[in-house]
């Protein structure tokens, strides 16, 4: 049990699993392992060591919000069914395995649902994007590609990618997206700002919202919406449910993970003087301030 | 049926190879002492975290399923530590990852350590070999799968080295143990591997080599990592090769000078990931540094790979755990780390620095680029440079701790004391039992403490506690590379200092020094080879040879020792002057040798150069003698041909104003005369 879970740990801090999916795949997947395998009495203690090994999940990597929102819908899931369960028999006391089966049901049918809910938000495109529209959009979210490749269906429209240095995910995206018919138009970070004034709605992905409706986004998205806010375009947030966190952002620098430098200026080229005298920073990630985003689009 | 199922059994072992490493945990030099008296280098804090831990780690992400820790001095230290890690291998933990400890004493070097291993055919397949202080978040992976393609078609492919390319003032370059590599591109191989030190002029290449490999690369800009990834017949090579010791000064070279073993060494080249090797106190501080800056990720504090650590970041690249107490005026400005319990006074600033859990830092501190290990206390107004204050130093107050000093455990300064720069200083003395010479850093011939508690005042100040430590090596070394050995002996001295900074004028003052000590060398050279010429004409003096012969032998010697005619005269003249004593010795001495001279001074130029030579070999105190018979000389060189007179004039005319130039003053008169007599005499026919 602590191998599994001890074992997530270790691929977390290594962020050999990173990215909202993943997590919340892999955190489904270790607590049902632990309501399969592990010794419980009742649904307290069950909901009590799953929180328990929520917070190693979390503590392995602060930044992955995913692993909290999918352990507290675990914690919820135990109680509905131990509520249901209490509701059918209409006696307080039940089967021990029975409680188990269900949640483990639960968990399944959640784990279906996140897998699902690309699928569900893309379903949800041609309400948004109308013909010969121009977008935009950065970095390389599978919800956003789906999303416009959805629409790409039925409308015609032109989408404008940010390139996202020093990950340059950017230019996945573009060349995904022109792999189906879109017109993509491939642009520079810092041509962001010069080209919003052509730009009807930018559709972003994110990494999570926060509890006030702050984005944790891949870095430059916090240039994108600011600068849709001066040309009052609208900003159309992207996100599945289980990247809602209850987190409060006290700290807004918390979020930001400084990479490794290396993206930036190699290694290899640097002299020891520039080292000495250049802090070279690579966050992960942006925070975006919630009165930039116009919109969110879930899976529900 | 038994058959089948033991064919079975053994498909099933080909296909799940475990994937093993070795990591020698010794570093068999002793460039932390004294730190590495009381613990070894792999378990020395590097950002708080045991280097090992480093070690462990990557090869632990990089899906390294079995790990051996070959150790030798301090094994009890580095067992205990495994046992107690996260990495000990208890069923039920973290471990998907299993590290055996295995001791022996006898060790020396890498060899021995290789030869142990294959001793015990503990390694089935091919294997990764590092040290227990590499440092790396390099993709591991990817160059075990070029590894084992290259091996599937070419059995003699029997190791890769991991190289980063880096340019030539990058700090993580250990300096002083850069190699030159000669690779060819297309294949990835390694064709020919030299240190660069001693240092040489000149690199063969045998014309052969270009027969087979149609493009060669000489590289100097490669850092090398030390990360070796092996097969199973490394290991048997160095049993079969019992003098190798140095996995690339012996054994690369080895297998790549040797034409009949046909084995071939590979590389791979790093671009964008990192890798490095404490080989050093200026490498401790460099990746130290790496560390902070995140160059290292996702090994950083705040990853808190390390159990039970809470490091968070914020920005400029401060690592703070939780329960740290700074005052509401210190200052911590940018690349610090600071451990739990830690308290910081008032108006204290620290700066590129790393400061272990439990210290206590006084008021009005300024540290700066210097590595304060767990539970040190520093007093008030104290300043430390770029130096290693190793566990439980004390520094009373007012105390300075100029650069690159190491202060090892439980030593104690103070108070109002200058420690000098570059002191070493230990709580255990350095005793001089010249009959011990053990090479290890981590020689463990400590157990006669010496119960004395007379400290040197001198060193510690007047309440202190510790002696200096010097390095006994010296006088035990009797390795033939003493150049080299010297050559590294200085680097280390100066390790901590090493680090490029150009604002700092000292550290201009720490590359001079390098560049003196080149020049020295090629001064030491150079001596030699005059040596040699002097030692050459005076046999010749001795079984009296003929101008000829010594001219030959001594023009072979100047092709040798890529020498110039001018250093022929230079040792020439004196030798030939020597044989003079008066007057009369000097006309047969001239007639006899004088021819030697005439031929290595053909034209007016060197006969110039040779006049100089003569007047400054008079000049030289001791040879009054000679300086009374210069015009004598000048006569008899005239004389015999060996200096014509347009050689005596010009000569003359550059001469500095002297008493040589006065003393010619008359000769040369009687010599224009003469000259115009002679001219006189043509204008008159």
């Known amino acids: ?101 269900n949640v483990i049901d639960a968990i399944k049918e959640m784990t279906d649902e996140i897998e699902n809910s690309v699928a569900n938000i893309s379903s949800q495109a041609l309400e948004h994007i ?38 340059y995910s950017g230019q996945q995206m573009a060349l995904s997206l022109s792999q189906s018919n879109i017109d993509v138009t491939l642009i520079s970070d810092a041509s962001i700002f010069a080209v919003m004034s052509r730009v009807n709605k930018v559709i972003l992905g994110t990494h999570a919202v926060l509890a006030n409706g702050g984005l944790v986004a891949p870095t430059g998205s916090n240039i994108i919406a600011a ?32 990479m490794s430098p290396d993206a930036i200026v190699g290694f290899a080229e640097i002299d020891a003087d520039v080292v000495e005298g250049i802090d070279v920073v690579n966050p992960a990630y942006d925070f975006v301030v919630p009165d930039l985003v116009t919109l969110f689009i879930t899976n529900m | 049926m038994p058959p089948k199922d033991k064919d079975k059994d053994k498909e099933k072992v080909q296909v799940d190879e475990v994937l093993a490493a070795v990591i020698v945990a010794d570093s068999f030099n002793r460039r932390f002492m004294p730190l590495t008296l009381d613990r070894p280098r792999c378990l020395l804090p590097l950002a708080n975290v045991p280097i090992i831990e480093y070690t462990l780690e990557f090869l632990a992400a990089a899906g390294v399923q079995e790990v051996y820790v070959v150790c030798c001095a301090h094994s009890d230290l580095i067992k205990s530590y ?150 199973v017949d490394v290991p048997a090579l160095f049993t079969e090769n019992f003098d190798y010791q140095d996995i690339r000064k012996h054994f690369v070279r080895g297998i790549l000078e040797s034409d009949i073993l046909g084995k071939q060494i590979h590389y791979h080249i790093l671009t964008d990931t990192y890798a490095a090797r ?66 910081v006074g008032e108006n204290s600033r620290i700066v590129d620095s790393v400061i272990g859990r439990g210290c206590k830092i006084g008021k009005n501190v300024r540290i700066s680029g210097s590595y304060i290990w767990d539970g040190a206390i520093i007093g008030d107004d104290c300043i430390v440079e770029r130096s290693i204050l190793a566990d439980n130093v004390v520094l009373l107050n007012g105390v300075v701790v100029e650069k690159g000093s190491i202060l090892s455990f439980g030593v104690r300064v103070g108070p ?81 200092a090493r680090d490029v900074n150009l604002h700092d004028i000292i550290d201009e003052n720490a590359d001079e020094d390098s560049e003196s000590e080149d020049d020295l060398s090629e001064i030491d050279q150079l001596e030699r080879s005059h040596r040699e010429l002097i030692s050459t004409i005076e046999r010749a003096f001795e079984e009296n040879h003929t101008i000829d012969n010594l001219a030959l032998e001594l023009n072979t010697l100047k092709f040798a020792d890529n020498l110039e005619f001018h250093d022929i005269r230079l040792t020439a003249l004196p030798s030939v002057l020597s044989l003079v004593t008066d007057g009369k010795t000097l006309s047969t001495v001239v007639k006899r040798w004088g021819a030697l001279l005439q031929r290595f001074a053909q034209d007016a130029e060197d006969q110039v150069d040779l006049l100089r030579i003569l007047v400054e070999h008079c000049e030289r105190p001791g040879n009054e003698e000679h300086a009374k018979l210069f015009v004598k000389v000048l006569m008899a060189f005239y004389e015999a041909d060996i200096c014509t007179e347009d050689g005596i004039f010009a ?35």
């Not at chain 1, 979390?58 to 509905?80: C, D, F, K, W, Y």
């Not at chain 2, 510790?466 to 009797?478: F, I, K, P, Q, V």
């Open chain 1, 227 to 258: 600068a849709a806010k001066h040309y009052a375009t609208p900003v159309v947030v992207l996100t599945e449910l289980y990247k809602l966190s209850q987190e409060y952002p006290f700290d807004v620098d918390a979020f930001g993970v400084p």
């Open chain 1, 1 to 101: 049990m602590n191998t599994v879970v001890q074992n997530l740990v270790d691929r977390l801090r290594r962020r050999q699993v990173a990215g909202s999916f993943r997590v919340a795949l892999e955190t489904a997947k270790v607590h049902a392992i632990i309501v399969r395998g592990s010794r419980w009495t009742d649904a307290a203690d069950l909901a009590a060591s799953i929180a328990v090994k929520g917070a190693l999940l979390q503590a392995a990597q602060p930044v992955e919000l995913a692993a909290t929102n999918i352990t507290n819908r675990v914690i919820g899931l135990i109680r509905e069914e131990e509520r249901n369960l209490i509701a059918d028999s209409g006696a307080a006391s039940f089967n021990r395995d029975d409680l188990k089966n």
């Open chain 2, 651 to 685: 000569w003359f005319k550059k001469q500095d104003v002297g008493r040589m130039k006065d003393a010619a003053q008359p000769f040369i008169k009687w010599l224009e005369e003469a000259e115009e007599e002679s001219d006189d005499d043509e204008d008159s026919n």
């Open chain 2, 278 to 343: 404490v080989r050093s106190t200026q490498m401790y501080d460099s990746i130290s540094k790496d560390v902070m800056a995140r160059w290292t990720y996702p090994m950083v504090p705040d990853t808190n790979i390390y159990a039970a650590s809470t490091y968070s970041i914020r920005s400029p690249q401060i690592y703070t755990e939780a329960g740290v107490i700074l005052a509401y005026t210190a200052v911590l400005q940018r690349n610090v780390v600071v451990g739990d319990k830690t308290e």
């Open chain 2, 82 to 231: 495994l046992k107690n890690s996260r990495w000990a291998a208890k069923p039920n933990t973290s471990s998907q990852i299993k590290v055996v400890p295995i001791v022996s004493q006898q060790l020396k070097s890498t060899g021995d350590a290789l030869r142990d291993l294959d001793a015990q055919q503990l390694l089935k397949s091919d294997f990764i070999l590092v040290s227990g202080d590499i440092v790396a978040n390099m993709d591991l992976p990817r160059a075990l799968e070029e590894h084992r393609t290259r091996r599937n078609t070419d059995k003699n492919a029997i190791m890769t080295m991991v190289v980063k390319a880096a340019t030539p003032k990058q700090r993580s370059r250990a300096k002083g143990e850069e190699g030159i590599y000669v690779l060819d591109p297309a294949s990835n191989e390694c064709v020919q591997y030299r240190s660069l030190f001693p240092r040489k002029s000149k690199l063969k290449l045998d014309l052969d080599l270009f027969k087979s490999h149609p493009e060669l690369q000489v590289r100097n800009d490669l850092i090398d990592c030390q990360i070796d990834i092996c097969s």
């Open chain 1, 130 to 167: 109308h013909s010969n529209e121009i977008i935009m959009t950065l970095g390389m979210d599978a919800a956003v590609e789906r999303f416009l490749k959805e629409a790409a269906k039925l409308r015609k429209f032109q989408v404008i990618v940010a390139e996202t240095a020093p990950s």
């Open chain 2, 416 to 496: 109002k004391f200058t420690v000098k720069e570059f002191t070493r200083l230990s709580a255990k003395k350095a005793h001089d039992n010249s009959g011990e010479s053990s090479n290890d850093e981590d020689g463990m011939d400590n157990e006669a403490e010496d119960d004395d508690p007379t400290y040197d005042q001198a060193v510690v100040g007047v309440e202190g506690k510790g002696y200096s430590w010097e390095d006994r090596l010296s006088a035990d070394d009797e390795d033939d590379e003493d150049d080299q050995v010297n050559h590294l002996r200085l680097l280390d001295v100066c390790a901590m």
